[in-house]
């Protein structure tokens, strides 16, 4: 439509990038996510809790790398640390080092982890997860619930193993997430079960929060089978300072990190139970190998402790998402009665264009067939134009530094964009 025509005519050097872009990566991409049509944005630099795209527009950055950019592009702290660590360190030193156990320690005792071990991505940290599991029960068979996403190639968006899903005959498919009733069923009923992977709140699945009865009865019905429960906090650990497991009593047997956790820079980890972890001690002969050229880099390490030690502490935390929720609500009440809502925790946001505007989403089912994707692009372009940069999806992922007001402009940014369009809203 007209707003798609105005993209185009506004965003000249981004088109101009997609084109040179599409000689060397199919379809000019290399993050499926970030494709775009007509063409993605083109973004040249990140300040703070701002980004310019290549057409020299400059955006409040709400996209927050999908919840890894939590301190912003140019936090200080970050900087110097990451200075310090080039000049005084050097880079990955093919040993292990001091920094790297500092971290591991800031990690279990922030996380009420025994033991814990890195990795370079939220996917990988899932992947050994499910792997240390299949090791410690001796069995094979995980589930897993739709709407879930667990990384690159552990996705389950439509009550399936997405095609690019590794081991998918491995994996059952709860079908609906926040059923209590439906996944103890599902659960009891899987021979060879090794794991139950869930996130405490579904991420890429829509900021779609688990409810507590929902989270414990999962873990309850998992330990009934001797399978380990595995908590996904890649994103959620942001929410709470010592994540939604922590924070909800879901006493995980393992738990999945990443994300913010590593200041901007590749990361991830998993860890938890002392016996299950066990089955990675390479002192224990037929021990499990887990290793990765990166996965204790100086860098990624000195920084991660950085961000958890003197950055994101946790007062700040519970501050920041205190603000998350404010934001929420306000967001919440401009949009009553509209085919808008919101969902999440603190400080995601999930905001989703429905026929009927449903502000109880408990699971990707309750609005699958009422989507209206027309709306949402709709309002993407025009968050564009007005100097957001959202995820087309309709993820906010809150970063620390943005500035009030720019959240009370978003406020009206929207009441505005509801109201231009009340005909269809
Ligand atoms: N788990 C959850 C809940 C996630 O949201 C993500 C990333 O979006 C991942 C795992 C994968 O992390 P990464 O992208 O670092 O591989």
Same mark, same amino acid.
């Given at each position: 439509?007209?707003?798609?025509?105005?993209?185009?005519?506004?965003?000249?050097?981004?088109?101009?990038?997609?084109?040179?872009?599409?000689?060397?990566?199919?379809?000019?991409?290399?993050?499926?996510?970030?494709?775009?049509?007509?063409?993605?944005?083109?973004?040249?630099?990140?300040?703070?809790?701002?980004?310019?795209?290549?057409?020299?527009?400059?955006?409040?950055?709400?996209?927050?790398?999908?919840?890894?950019?939590?301190?912003?592009?140019?936090?200080?702290?970050?900087?110097?640390?990451?200075?310090?660590?080039?000049?005084?360190?050097?880079?990955?030193?093919?040993?292990?080092?001091?920094?790297?156990?500092?971290? /591991?320690? !800031?990690?279990? *005792?922030? $996380?009420? =982890? @025994?033991? +814990?071990?890195?990795?370079?991505?939220?996917?990988?940290?899932?992947?050994?997860?499910?792997?240390?599991?299949?090791?410690?029960?001796?069995?094979?068979?995980?589930?897993?619930?739709?709407?879930?996403?667990?990384?690159?190639?552990?996705?389950?968006?439509?009550?399936?193993?997405?095609?690019?899903?590794?081991?998918?005959?491995?994996?059952?498919?709860?079908?609906?997430?926040?059923?209590?009733?439906?996944?103890?069923?599902?659960?009891?009923?899987?021979?060879d079960l090794a794991a139950v992977l869930v996130e405490p709140m579904q991420g890429a699945?829509?900021?779609?929060?688990?409810?507590?009865?929902?989270?414990?009865?999962?873990?309850?019905? /998992?330990? !009934?089978?001797? *399978?380990? $429960?595995? =908590? @996904?906090? +890649?994103?959620?650990?942001?929410?709470?300072?010592?994540?939604?497991?922590?924070?909800?009593?879901?006493?995980?047997?393992?738990?999945?990190?990443?994300?913010?956790?590593?200041?901007?820079?590749?990361?991830?980890?998993?860890?938890?139970?002392?016996?299950?972890?066990?089955?990675?001690?390479?002192?224990?002969?037929?021990?499990?190998?887990?290793?990765?050229?990166?996965?204790?880099?100086?860098?990624?390490?000195?920084?991660?402790?950085?961000?958890?030690?003197?950055?994101?502490?946790?007062?700040?935390?519970?501050?920041?998402?205190?603000?998350?929720?404010?934001?929420?609500?306000?967001?919440?009440?401009?949009?009553?009665?509209?085919?808008?809502?919101?969902?999440?925790?603190?400080?995601?946001?999930?905001?989703?264009?429905?026929?009927?505007?449903?502000?109880?989403?408990?699971?990707?089912?309750?609005?699958?067939?009422?989507?209206?994707?027309?709306?949402?692009?709709?309002?993407?372009?025009?968050?564009?134009?007005?100097?957001?940069?959202?995820?087309?999806?309709?993820?906010?992922?809150?970063?620390?530094?943005?500035?009030?007001?720019?959240?009370?402009?978003?406020?009206?940014?929207?009441?505005?964009?509801?109201?231009?369009?009340?005909?269809?809203?």
């Open positions: 439509g007209a707003a798609e025509a105005r993209f185009i005519v506004n965003n000249p050097f981004s088109k101009a990038q997609h084109d040179l872009a599409l000689g060397s990566l199919p379809g000019g991409n290399t993050r499926t996510l970030l494709h775009t049509s007509p063409f993605p944005l083109c973004m040249k630099q990140g300040k703070e809790a701002y980004v310019w795209d290549l057409d020299g527009h400059k955006y409040v950055d709400f996209v927050g790398e999908l919840s890894a950019g939590l301190l912003g592009h140019t936090h200080p702290q970050i900087q110097s640390t990451i200075t310090r660590a080039l000049t005084e360190t050097g880079l990955s030193l093919g040993a292990t080092t001091p920094h790297e156990h500092a971290f /591991a320690a !800031e990690l279990c *005792a922030r $996380f009420r =982890l @025994d033991r +814990v071990r890195m990795t370079n991505s939220g996917t990988e940290a899932n992947l050994h997860a499910l792997a240390g599991a299949r090791r410690f029960t001796g069995r094979r068979r995980v589930v897993v619930f739709s709407g879930g996403y667990h990384g690159a190639v552990l996705s389950f968006p439509d009550g399936a193993p997405a095609e690019n899903t590794v081991d998918r005959d491995d994996f059952v498919v709860v079908p609906r997430y926040n059923d209590l009733s439906l996944a103890c069923s599902v659960i009891r009923g899987v021979e699945g829509g900021c779609v929060a688990g409810g507590k009865e929902f989270l414990l009865g999962v873990r309850e019905a /998992a330990r !009934e089978k001797g *399978a380990v $429960f595995v =908590l @996904d906090e +890649v994103q959620t650990s942001r929410l709470t300072p010592g994540g939604l497991g922590t924070e909800m009593g879901l006493d995980p047997d393992l738990v999945t990190l990443g994300k913010y956790v590593g200041g901007g820079l590749a990361f991830g980890a998993f860890g938890g139970r002392e016996d299950v972890m066990r089955v990675y001690d390479p002192r224990v002969p037929g021990s499990l190998a887990h290793s990765g050229t990166f996965n204790n880099n100086t860098l990624a390490m000195c920084v991660a402790t950085t961000v958890l030690a003197d950055v994101y502490m946790p007062e700040v935390c519970v501050k920041f998402n205190e603000k998350g929720d404010q934001f929420r609500e306000r967001l919440n009440k401009v949009a009553r009665g509209s085919r808008l809502s919101f969902t999440g925790r603190g400080s995601l946001i999930g905001l989703h264009f429905t026929e009927d505007g449903t502000e109880e989403i408990t699971c990707g089912e309750d609005i699958k067939e009422k989507l209206r994707p027309d709306l949402r692009d709709l309002f993407w372009f025009e968050m564009l134009e007005a100097g957001f940069w959202l995820t087309r999806r309709g993820i906010i992922a809150m970063i620390l530094v943005t500035p009030d007001q720019e959240l009370d402009r978003f406020v009206d940014a929207v009441r505005e964009f509801l109201e231009r369009h009340r005909g269809i809203m």
